[in-house]
């Protein structure tokens, strides 16, 4: 039986509701079963840190609910077809399904490097067209659509409650940047498109609208998650630049067609990324890729970076405060290596008194940094009383939602530390060409990722 197990069944799991705004208990609609559908990428260039910080905190939040014990469906998608990546394929003259792709496969990628497996299906727009046409139609058989010269428009005046996920009106709703469609012949300044009629040298389908076209932005959504959970569901998720309005606008089009209330019961969304107390931005220069961070840092300690600020909040990507979460993260791993090598045994209630406390802050809205405080208490006091294998086999179970640590780290081979100390030499000597030269090989053939410190040079494998 897993070693927190006990204790699980006790604890009542809170999340912060945005459409409420209030912390409520989590009660899925169909027992312990939970499905949860969370807003994937448009697919038209690399991922960047605002997109790793959104899908890895999910990431944590669906494998603590599984460690808990619900069943979790995790639902994302992936939007294949947008004014975005047709831009791309006019820019570099390709057409856009091998854009599309090309961005798809680099975003699986990054996933799969920050240890984010917990999806279980990715659903792409264009495989949907179906199911959103079907939608489109039916917005405009109940009379909350209409049609003119470019597409068919939602039409706001027709849905009452607009604005009840971010608190705003339907008269703010063009002052927004994300993706309010504009056309002089709406009806209302927020109607949104449903449905684009193609122009030239875009890609289109057929649909009984009149003229061959493709899915607005927000449609996708609402019709991907009706096929796979139907017209009502427990959790949605995505960044908070999301919340108008794009969610905003996918609960006006379900709670229209289906006439029922909530479209979704827990709305929760991530807070925004800096970098160094500004926003991300190509203008500023200061646009990271995942790809580009991972190339100086380890994957695992930007998801340890991540997780030490709570979901919900903003964070402030720096070098210095990345260098704080390796120096934080190598503590921990050394602490629990410690462990792994004892012989002896920790006190259990030392142990079962931290267990009870971390379980208490991630039930609280999955409270990390009040976590993570919990667990560094529990370093000090045991570093007191003596470490044990008991210490090591709890904080394996805790990985299990967290991924951060190297726990099956191995020994150096004969090879591997004749090289390390070939690159100490090298370093002494000012041989900087040859300790890099050194560095790669040890990277790349053995993968083992050199840190030099004050207190001399430490190793680590890589998974």
């Known amino acids: 039986m897993p070693i927190l197990q006990d204790l699980i069944i006790i604890m009542a799991l ?79 003259n390709i057409n856009t ?73 339907t008269l703010e709703a063009e002052d927004s940047v994300s993706r309010i469609d504009d056309n002089k012949d709406k009806r209302n300044k927020g109607d949104f ?4 009629f193609s122009k030239e040298n875009e890609p289109s389908w057929k649909n009984p609208f009149g003229k061959t076209g493709r899915p607005g932005w927000h449609i996708e959504d609402t019709a991907i998650t009706e096929k796979y959970f139907g017209q009502q569901y427990d959790i949605h998720g995505g960044a908070r630049d999301l919340i108008f309005p794009h969610h905003e606008a996918e609960i006006a089009q379900m709670e229209s067609l289906s006439g029922k209330k909530p479209f979704v ?70 602490f629990v290596l410690i462990a792994k090598k004892s012989k002896e045994k920790a006190d259990k209630k030392i142990i079962e008194k931290a267990k009870k406390k971390f379980i208490e802050a991630m039930d609280d809205d999955i409270d990390t940094p009040k976590a993570f405080a919990v667990l560094f208490d529990f370093m000090k006091e ?7 294998k008991n210490v090591y086999e709890f904080f394996s179970e805790i990985d299990k939602i967290f991924g951060i640590l190297n726990l099956d780290e191995t020994e150096l081979t004969k090879e591997e530390e004749k090289l390390i100390k070939a690159r100490e030499n090298a370093r002494k000597k000012k041989d900087y060409g040859l300790s890099d030269k050194i560095r790669q090989e040890l990277n790349k053939k053995h993968g083992i990722i050199l840190e030099d410190t004050s207190e001399g040079i430490r190793w680590k494998r890589q998974k």
């Open 265 to 334: 019961k827990y709305w929760l969304h991530t807070g925004f990324l800096n970098i160094e107390s500004n926003k991300m931005s190509k203008s500023l220069g200061n646009f990271l890729t995942i790809r580009e961070v991972l190339e100086k840092h380890d994957a695992k300690t930007l998801r340890f970076f991540y997780i030490l600020t709570h979901y919900r909040s903003p964070i402030d990507f720096s070098e210095e405060n990345l260098r704080n979460a390796e120096n934080s993260l190598r503590r921990i791993n050394d």
């Open 14 to 92: 809170k999340f912060y509701n945005t459409l409420t705004r209030k912390k409520e208990l989590l009660k899925p609609r169909k027992g312990n079963k939970v499905d949860m559908f969370i807003c994937g990428p448009t697919v038209y260039n690399y991922s960047h840190l605002g997109h790793a910080k959104t899908y890895l905190q999910f990431d944590i939040i669906v494998k603590y609910l599984r460690y808990r014990k619900y069943k979790v469906f995790y639902l994302q998608n992936i939007t294949d077809i947008d004014d975005k990546i047709i831009k791309k394929a006019l820019d570099e």
């Open 97 to 169: 399904e091998k854009i599309a792709r090309k961005y798809e496969t680099e975003y699986y990628k990054d996933m799969k490097v920050l240890g984010i497996n917990s999806v279980n299906k990715y659903a792409r727009a264009t495989d949907h067209i179906k199911e959103i046409i079907n939608q489109v139609q039916g917005l405009m058989n109940k009379g909350f659509a209409y049609k003119i010269d470019d597409g068919i428009y939602f039409d706001l005046s027709k849905f009452k409650d607009y604005g009840k996920l971010s608190g705003r009106t």
């Open 193 to 196: 498109c449903l449905w684009k």
């Open 382 to 388: 045991i570093n007191k009383k003596g470490t044990g």
